[in-house]
């Protein structure tokens, strides 16, 4: 019983502060997420259009290509995994549906570019870099909307 007192008014402490705890995410950390989002998925964006230029240059052996694209890949499926645990307060709903769509895009381009150089289609390369270049700007305008004024 000695040990079930203690207990008890740990716990009851515990539940009186968390009352002045706020419950919902502080509307600059959802931001500076979102904006850390997209900044992360424009930096993979860049890396497979880099990747494309010098294949096309032919200044990057095909493999080594592919081992970055695939770094790329990865990157932004924990891009994506960790976007999507970020809830936005009311009324910030646009954005976060803009920004889970376009890391998808990405996702779904960087996919297509790794395997246009795993099969080492060279005819394909022209065509890809215009889709990241399009997909980049569409990154950089969004970003640009949610840049911080001041």
Do not use: C
Not at 83 to 104: K, Q
Not at 105 to 113: N, W
């Amino acid at each position: 019983m000695k040990r079930v007192v203690p207990a008890v008014v740990l716990v009851l402490l515990g539940v009186w502060i968390s009352r002045f705890v706020p419950q919902t995410p502080h509307p600059n950390g959802y931001a500076e997420r979102t904006r850390l989002a997209i900044e992360q998925t424009l930096g993979e964006v860049a890396t497979a259009g880099l990747v494309l230029r010098n294949l096309q240059d032919e200044t990057l052996p095909w493999a080594y290509a592919s081992v970055t694209l695939r770094s790329s890949s990865a990157s932004l499926a924990t891009t994506a995994g960790s976007y999507a645990e970020v809830f936005p307060p009311s009324g910030s709903e646009d954005p976060a549906t803009r920004t889970r769509a376009l890391i998808g895009q990405a996702e779904d381009a960087v996919t297509a570019t790794r395997l246009v150089v795993s099969r080492q289609d060279r005819g394909r390369l022209p065509a890809m870099m215009t889709e990241l270049h399009d997909l980049t700007g569409r990154l950089q305008t969004l970003d640009d909307e949610l840049e911080p004024a001041g």
